[in-house]
């Protein structure tokens, strides 16, 4: 019985933990704006005033600047992706060069480890937080 107690807490205590990245990353970051973006899409447990129930993120790899964009339906990505993009363009008179999950440019990472885009995954847990 003190056996069963113990394993219950480990199994409580392991499904709290965050999972270690595979690799390091590198130290090198991007030398301009626009030159690579992270971007997650999740979905939230409550929804805003508005009505949203979803969340995506962009992230500059360069500077860390974050947009993030609150959307009704998840196949909302698209437009907003585009409305991102000529935005930032825009704004910066840089191209936009790589995408980290979407976009321009395709980079795969291996399905279902998030770790991979570690930074996006951490500003959604940060926002999520706040939230």
Request: with cysteine; proline share 4%.
């Amino acid at each position: 019985m003190k056996n069963a107690h113990l394993d219950k807490c480990v199994d409580c205590l392991a499904g709290k933990q965050n999972r270690v990245a595979f690799r390091p990353r590198p130290l090198m970051r991007r030398k301009t704006t626009l030159e690579l973006v992270h971007t997650y899409v999740c979905c939230v447990d409550a929804r805003s005033h508005s009505g949203g129930q979803y969340l995506v993120t962009f992230i500059d790899d360069y500077n860390h600047k974050l947009w993030p964009y609150v959307l009704n339906m998840e196949d909302q990505v698209l437009s907003v992706f585009k409305e991102f993009q000529a935005q930032t363009e825009s704004e910066s008179k840089q191209k936009l060069k790589v995408v980290w999950t979407q976009g321009i440019h395709l980079e795969y990472i291996v399905p279902k480890t998030p770790e991979l885009n570690d930074m996006a995954e951490r500003m959604n847990r940060t926002i999520m937080g706040r939230v």
